[in-house]
């Protein structure tokens, strides 16, 4: 690659959306933008209390070009000439239900302000009976398993359960919706302004792992498969094709509309989507037999390895969230796991020490208002930073707390989203640095469950990469990791992977590098941190880790959400 040349990385956060321009011949991340959704923010069209969490279409569109736009300012004109490429990731499953020229329904002002016509993000819950019935369908069809490619179990955060729901309870919905389409899909749609549903190149990560495509069964499950769901479903899928792409590929080229928009070239490659982990296993350097782990408030844990050679069979690991050709790599086999919460356990607990500064310290007469947000902003801040400090200093003891990560249910290994955690072994003399050490062990422990179930199923791990937030910010739950796991956990210094990786694959898709891995080898990240196992701890953890797995039991078989 000789001329000079920039692409653009854009990643679809839960909460924001994230561009980077990046120089494609060394991964040098020339800006950063990131744009929160305006809606989401004030939390609009969602529900707690129900796992309910939408996103409307226009936060994504306005994120999107504000994001962008503030990028390529910061990086001047001279970079925005030379933009080759656009990639976009985002989270997954995040599908919508459109109508026939590929148009989200919340974009109808009929169902301009309905959730059920809006994206249903990823950690949206509302769909676990649906879950429930595709799988019990699943078990008792013939000749094919549906499940074989994805774990043997469905989720409700998935592409069919979450349409299934909607169907389900709202038939206006139900009788307008044309097609179904995952954000990852729609985004590169709209940039490339294609109208025609069936010029969708729906990408190979999203209906894999999300919708049961399998080249095996030519496409997706058959038509009477899927009426057994619900009697609109063939419609639906009668709009897919049967086709899917790696997101080295080129989508098309952007149109003049969104070229102008963003103030681009009108020659610009938009690459086929994928979700955010799977772009950002690349962006992080994954390799095969490396584990990496997107670790936020969740984590998504991604695994790569060459495809079996002719004649050999594929390993398959049940209770994962699938295995796919391609996914990550093209021309290896993509397998994804992951955890429902992860950082997610640690803020939960925050919340609840900080219970005294919303709602008792307002109320006290002893200063003034503007002093007593000043002090509660201030310990806020504090909490999670003085915990881990303490909880750092604590000896490791066989007799100590141990607590269960499942407090937004299990995503890995066997989905099963009505779990609830735990904390055993609470005394009188039990403190908060205790109790958050043990539910730091928890996410250990529970990405344990997850090395362990691929090494029992014949896949090798050597090693662990860990992106994202809670990487970056807390050396001591990656040495619990390390001890937990018995394996050397290695940081890279990046903190956008993600958007790094969508880089990678903007830069493939437009020509300057002939397959994904030769521009991970010139892009990605060279300095990193590694953390070993402390050889000391390594005995302690396994015993208190068969106590996480006992107490597990328990929990599924007795403690269980059954509403």
């Known amino acids: ?99 026939g020229q590929g148009q989200p329904l919340a974009l109808l002002p009929a169902f301009s302000e309905n959730p059920n016509a809006m994206f249903m993000l990823w950690k949206d819950h509302t769909a676990v009976v649906e879950a429930e019935l595709i799988n019990e369908l699943v ?28 169907f389900n309870i709202d038939k206006a919905i139900e009788k307008t919706a044309v097609t179904l389409i995952e954000h990852c899909d729609w985004i590169p749609m709209v940039l490339t302004g294609i109208s025609d549903i069936n010029q969708i190149k729906r990408s190979r990560c999203a209906a894999g792992h999300k919708a049961l495509w399998h080249k095996e069964f030519n496409g997706y499950p058959a038509n009477d498969f899927l009426a057994k769901l619900h009697p609109s479903f063939p419609k639906l899928v009668s709009t897919f094709g049967t086709q899917t792409y790696t997101a080295d590929q080129p989508f098309a080229i952007i149109c003049r509309t969104w070229a102008d928009k963003l103030g681009l070239a009108n020659d610009v490659i938009v690459a086929v989507g994928a979700f955010d982990a799977h772009m950002g296993a690349v962006g992080g350097g994954i390799g095969p037999h490396s584990l990496l782990k997107v670790i936020g408030t969740s984590t998504c844990d991604m695994l790569v390895t060459p495809k079996p050679p002719a004649g050999e069979s594929e390993i398959f690991v049940p209770g994962i969230c699938g295995q796919v050709d391609g996914s990550i790599i093209p021309g290896m086999i993509g397998y994804e796991a992951g955890q429902s919460a992860f950082g997610d356990v640690y803020a939960w607990f925050k919340n609840i020490l900080e219970w005294p500064l919303k709602e008792v310290l307002p109320s006290l007469a ?32 066989e007799n100590t707390l141990v607590s269960i990560d499942w407090m937004n249910g299990r995503r890995t290994p066997d989905a099963n989203h009505r779990l609830k955690g735990a904390i055993c072994g609470i005394s009188l003399g039990t403190d908060a640095p205790r109790i958050f050490k043990s539910l730091v ?13 691929f090494k029992k199923a014949g896949v090798r791990i050597d090693d662990v990469i860990a992106i994202g937030g809670v990487a970056t910010k807390s050396s001591f739950a990656m040495q619990v990791l390390a001890d937990v796991l018995n394996l050397k956990v290695i940081v890279p210094s990046g903190e956008q992977s993600v958007a790094l990786g969508a880089a990678m694959f903007a830069a493939t898709a437009a020509g300057l590098y002939p397959c994904v891995e030769e521009a991970q080898k010139a892009m990605v990240c060279k300095k990193q941190t590694i953390y070993q196992p402390n050889v000391a701890n390594i005995n302690i953890y396994d015993k208190l880790y068969r106590k996480y797995e006992k107490m597990g039991t328990y929990i599924e078989q007795d403690y269980i959400d059954k509403s």
């Open 1 to 99: 690659m000789a001329d000079e040349a920039y692409v653009v990385g854009i990643d679809f956060g839960t909460d924001s959306a994230r561009t980077v321009i990046v120089d494609a011949h060394d991964g040098t991340i020339v800006s950063i933008s990131v744009s929160n959704y305006p809606r989401w923010s004030t939390g609009l069209y969602c529900d707690a209390s129900v796992n309910q969490f939408r996103q409307h279409p226009y936060d994504y569109l306005e994120s999107m070009e504000v994001s962008v736009k503030s990028a390529l300012k910061q990086a001047g004109k001279a970079v925005t000439n030379k933009i080759k490429g656009i990639a976009v990731d985002t989270t997954g499953s995040t599908p919508v239900l459109a109508d």
């Open 366 to 397: 002893i200063t003034d208002s503007v002093t007593q947000q000043t002090i509660s902003d201030t310990l806020s801040k504090r909490i999670l930073v003085d915990l881990e400090a303490c909880a750092q200093s604590l000896d490791l003891q």
């Open 441 to 453: 062990e928890a996410t250990a422990y529970g990405s344990r469950a997850i090395t362990s179930r």
């Open 139 to 166: 078990g008792n069809w013939q000749p094919c398993d549906y499940l074989k490619y994805v774990g043997g179990l469905y989720s409700a955060e998935w592409f069919w359960a979450k349409a299934l729901h909607i």
